[in-house]
């Protein structure tokens, strides 16, 4: 069964500190990773797409890393800012199966403090 | 500036009645989703389309149906709403269906409802 497994489930950290969220897959065949940044009471907003050739891709501060070997994928984030106070949630794509082949991590929900 | 909008961000709807949920795309996309977010369950898709007039079931379409007769639109039917509905419903909009390809996906704002 294809399965998102997510890293804390909930973080808080002051302003200005780095932090890095988990992110551990079982989807095969893997197709692509996507990390989403969700603001409460909005829409999941994308922060980046990687595929299977891609390590590492970054968005301003947003740095995510992908392990296609050990199924692994990590998000991390510099400097971080009251904005970015949101719910973080990996998406990994199949090439096949599944009625839209995405499977949902269940988000990491960080708190970040003055 | 690419856009998804649902036409609410907040309904409250009595047990038994119909709901109709509206989205709206101005991409050109074929390809749109309806999922349903809840606390502990992330986001588990409903129904989606690849096409006007077609429609495929998602992993939990019981309770709903969807229509899409133009291809800019794709509303979400509750038939007779009940309590284990309320949820953030969330719409999708994409080039690529089935997992969306490697192209980017947009996803409105969602739609808060509650039924009472």
């Known amino acids: 069964k294809n399965q998102v497994e997510q890293s804390p489930q909930s973080l808080i950290i002051l302003e200005g500190k780095n932090c890095t969220l988990q992110?551990?897959?079982?989807?095969?065949?893997?197709?692509?990773l996507r990390w989403y940044k969700q603001d409460t009471g909005r829409g999941p907003v994308s922060l980046t797409i990687?595929?299977?050739?891609?390590n590492t891709k970054s968005n301003g501060r947003y740095t995510a890393t992908l392990d296609a070997d050990t199924k692994q994928s990590s998000l991390h984030i510099t400097a971080s800012q009251l904005s970015d106070s949101a719910s973080y949630i990996c998406?990994?794509?199949?090439?096949?199966?599944?009625?839209?082949?995405?499977?949902f991590g269940k988000g990491t929900h960080l708190i970040i403090q003055p | 500036d690419v856009k998804v909008t649902q036409s609410s961000r907040y309904l409250v709807k009595r047990t038994g009645e119909k709901v109709f949920l509206e989205c709206v795309q101005d991409?050109?996309?074929?390809?749109m989703f309806w999922y349903r977010q809840d606390p502990g369950l992330g986001l588990r898709l409903i129904y989606f389309?690849?096409?006007?007039?077609?429609?495929e079931k998602g992993d939990i379409p019981e309770g709903y149906s969807v229509s899409r007769e133009k291809k800019e639109r794709f509303s979400l039917i509750l038939e007779s709403a009940s309590t284990n509905q309320t949820s953030m419903y969330l719409c999708?909009?994409?080039?690529?269906?089935?997992?969306?390809?490697?192209?980017?996906?947009?996803f409105g704002q969602g739609t808060r409802l509650t039924v009472v």
């Open positions: 991409m050109d996309h074929e390809n």
């Open positions: 999708a909009s994409s080039l690529i269906g089935r997992g969306f390809g490697n192209t980017e996906a947009f």
């Open positions: 998406v990994v794509a199949n090439s096949g199966g599944g009625a839209d082949g995405l499977t």
């Open positions: 389309s690849y096409d006007v007039k077609m429609k």
């Open positions: 990687m595929t299977f050739s891609e």
């Open positions: 992110c551990n897959y079982t989807v095969s065949p893997f197709s692509n």
